[in-house]
């Protein structure tokens, strides 16, 4: 193993950088953090590996011997922002495409009415839209997208990175298998995406179309700057509003369940 003894080593300081998304953006590269997310990578490695950092007294997990470092329990834990405790895998970030955008509205027959006709959950298509900054929420978004069959997750300009510790953690490791693709920013999206609001069609009234677009806003501004899509509520008893990602979960379990699953 190669050991770093020091703060001021630059690969430390590189390594300590991918706790923020300018740091992500600059080397092309992020933490994969968690026993569970780093050993699931080692069954079926879906990005290319860099190196594995592993804290002082733990055994080494990757068989690249020549890109194994070893810190002390102190500096590891300056990178270990998450306090795991356990051996930290570098992956490169995969290339994000541009989004393409796609007509919304649903073509004849598209109602996703229960019937047999209409069984195969994945025959229909699904983007989600994410414009939130808490990279918590964003991770939480990418597991109910892939949880229910989305062909893509669109991160608008204002969404946080989807690589940063938090939202690989809270991804569950959605992130390494769900497409991911550049959006525009809230103001310049199409019209006629169906927005989660607390105003709009109740969601147990609402019928799905098969070509589903479907926005989340921020709990606290929502989404100010879009004004022109489809509004559907989540009728809830005694609050204002639901978290942004348990909301999309309630709303892609409705679209599922309308499919006559």
């Known amino acids: 193993m190669n050991p770093i003894e020091s703060r001021s080593n630059d690969k430390f300081k590189t390594w300590q950088s991918l706790n923020s998304s300018k740091g992500i953006k600059k080397e092309g590269l992020f933490l994969l953090c968690g026993e569970k997310l780093v050993h699931e990578y080692l069954r079926l490695p879906s990005l290319e590996f860099s190196v594995e950092l592993v804290p002082r007294g733990k055994v080494p997990l990757s068989k690249d011997r020549k890109n194994i470092f070893e810190l002390p329990k102190e500096l590891f834990a300056e990178i270990d922002e998450l306090g795991t405790h356990h051996n930290i895998f570098v992956l490169k970030t995969p290339t994000i495409p541009l989004w393409t955008p796609e007509p919304a509205e649903p073509t004849k027959n598209d109602s996703l009415e229960p019937s047999p006709k209409n069984s195969d959950l994945r025959a229909a298509f ?54 991911l693709k550049k959006g525009p920013s809230l103001a310049h999206l199409p019209k006629g995406l169906i927005v989660l609001d607390s105003k709009g069609t109740p969601l147990q009234k609402f019928q799905w179309p098969k070509r589903t677009q479907l926005l989340v806003g921020e709990e606290g501004p929502g989404l100010a700057n879009y004004s022109c899509g489809i509004s559907v509520s989540i009728p809830t008893l005694g609050v204002e509003s639901l978290n942004a990602s348990v909301a999309v979960g309630i709303a892609l379990y409705d679209r599922y369940s309308k499919l006559g699953q």
Do not use: M
Request: net charge negative.
């Open 126 to 179: 699904l983007e989600v839209f994410c414009p939130l900054g808490d990279p918590t929420n964003v991770g939480a978004i990418l597991r109910n997208a892939e949880g229910f069959g989305a062909n893509a997750v669109i991160l608008t300009e204002e969404a946080a990175n989807p690589f940063l510790p938090k939202a690989v953690k809270a991804s569950a490791g959605s992130v390494l298998r769900v497409p």
